[in-house]
């Protein structure tokens, strides 16, 4: 019995070299992919700290003795980035606030109501994802010129404020809840919202964390219908803002005024990156929870 009972043991010391070497290769592999992400970001942020001759000179050197603030205070001074970074931060909150709320009302229907041509509607919300942005832009633009949005808030936000894949998403989460759960409550007396407040939401909370981190970046990174709705100062966002940046350093001559852009548009783009960064560190755990829920289901 006890040679029989030591083969176990005998195999688990013969993998287990081979089971560390896997892992050690494993966490060598994520860390030169985490380089490979946060070397960039290093260097942005490094660039907004070198002087602009520097930036010319040496890209990829830094030399902390040679930090400077001259890039943000030139930045602040010559760049309107607060109020661009005010005009994103209002397109993200409401535009956002409307996909939190039509899109699992719209998933709602979808999933737990019967109606005429239910399964036609879906499958035409389904089909809009298969058109590009670009194929929308003419539409659009010549919608919002049609109805006096352009330079304007509603031209940032409504447009694409509920897409198909929010939809498509909540629908298919809701769907796996339970119909007796949902029968019971209206033979309870509850109506179609308190079923859905009092049932659904509480089930959705993961999937409603993903949902919100994933469109809260799209929104605040857009750029191609910004760019095209918005012409004017008062109403850019930062994705113009640096894009127009970007397009002046290109444009700029060789010289100290080249270096100087380099560095403004550097600083720029750390401060529009900050908060990106920061909703992610303090939602990522929210953000990988809901993305493995329907995994255990």
Known sequence: MSSALSVPAIRGRRTEPAFRARRALGYLAMLLAAAAFLYPIYWMVTSSLKPGVSILDDPLGFNPAQATLRNWTGMFANVPIVHAFLNTVIVVVVKGGVLMIFSPLAGYGFAKFNFPFKNFLFGFVLLTLMLPTLVLIVPLLLEMSQIGWINSYQALILPGAVDAFSV???????????????????????????????????????????????????????????????????????????????????????????????????????????????????????FIRGLLAGSSR
Not at 210 to 216: E, F, G, I, P, T
Request: with cysteine.
């Open 168 to 286: 498509f998403w909540m629908r298919q989460t809701i769907e796996q809840i339970p119909d007796e759960l949902i029968d019971a409550a209206r033979i309870d007396g509850a109506g179609p919202l308190r079923v859905f407040r009092s049932i659904c939401v509480p089930v959705l909370r993961p999937a409603l964390a993903a949902l919100a981190v994933l469109s809260l970046f799209n929104i605040y990174n857009d750029l191609v219908w910004p760019i095209v709705a918005v012409n004017d100062q008062r109403h850019e966002t930062l994705a113009i803002l640096l894009a127009g940046l970007t397009s002046n350093v290109s444009g700029a001559q060789g010289g100290t005024s080249s270096a100087d852009l380099w560095g403004q548009l550097m600083a720029a783009c750390t401060f529009a990156t900050i908060p990106t960064i920061l909703l992610f560190v303090f939602l990522q755990r929210h």
